[in-house]
């Protein structure tokens, strides 16, 4: 019975998942085109897409955005969540307030701080030369792109992370935290040995989810820098867009992306397992 009732889940899983993936799988074997499948090609589009400079810098960008924005928002949303988890007045108003910027969608987000950022019309520039310190286009290169994505995600995302980690923090027992004190631990004692350590199965999962979305980034960088800056997703959609009439350089790159995707989660899975089992 138990096995009747899951089967139109199952179905809809394999039929929405597990084929694509495999057809991928499959096409990044071969020279496929819009046309055909085309010819068994080995490793050969592996081969050229390693040797691609256009996909090192896009690999190398995301790695950088991965690890820079992941870690901000992982300091300042812990900052956050324990600041909130303290009682003061308006802390429900404070609380509703962080969620904002999360509330936005990638695109409207990007849009409005391209736009704030804009060296004619953008506040952010106009304030600067009020200030005399501007020093041209605030979007003007690579370097500068890459930074002013990485803040709008981190100012975008960290709510997220806050939300997650002041769960965390909640299920937390108050005695333990008193039993502590009492026994004469401070409030950093407190927080490396009892808070930290309590929380560790929680910033897992939030570092997850967080790590697992950056690696796979595409509106952001490509309404941010109206693609100028490469991403691994935003290579894969310009590798197979249908004007090109060849899908083997995307889809050797998906099945990498894939791949990464797969082992970053499962570095996680393994150390949530290790957290379980000490």
């Known amino acids: 019975m138990a096995a009747v009732m899951l089967a139109p889940a199952l179905i809809v899983i394999v039929g929405v998942a597990l084929i694509p993936v495999l057809v991928t799988i499959y096409l990044s074997f071969h020279d496929a085109s819009v046309a055909s499948t085309g010819s068994f090609t080995g490793l050969a589009n592996y081969r050229a897409l390693l040797n691609d400079p256009d996909f090192t810098t896009a690999a190398r960008n995301t790695a950088v955005f991965t690890v820079v924005s992941v870690v901000l928002e992982f300091a300042l949303g812990l900052a956050s969540a324990l600041t909130l988890h303290r009682h003061f007045a308006g802390r429900g108003l404070t609380r509703a307030a962080v969620l904002v910027p999360w509330a936005f969608p990638v695109v409207v987000s990007a849009l409005m701080w391209r736009l704030m950022l804009q060296d004619q019309i953008g506040i952010v520039a106009y304030i600067a030369k009020k200030l005399d310190v501007s020093s041209g286009s605030i979007l003007s290169d690579q370097a500068s ?32 935290i008193d039993a502590a004190r009492i026994d004469g631990a401070g409030a950093v004692k407190n927080f490396w040995y009892i808070t930290m350590p309590l929380l560790r199965s929680t910033i897992l999962v939030a570092l997850l989810f967080r790590t697992l979305e950056a690696w796979s980034v595409y509106d952001l960088f490509w309404v941010m820098s109206d693609q100028q800056l490469e991403s691994l997703s935003t290579y894969v959609y310009k590798a197979v867009r249908i004007s090109e009439l060849n899908f083997a350089p995307g889809t050797a790159a998906a099945v990498l992306i894939f791949v990464s995707s797969i082992v970053i989660a499962l570095s996680f899975l393994w150390l949530m397992h290790k957290d379980a089992d000490e």
């Open 145 to 176: 792109l890459m930074i002013a994505s990485i803040g709008v995600d981190v100012w975008k995302t960290t709510p997220f992370m806050t939300l997650l980690l002041l769960a965390g923090l909640q299920t937390i027992p108050s005695e333990v």
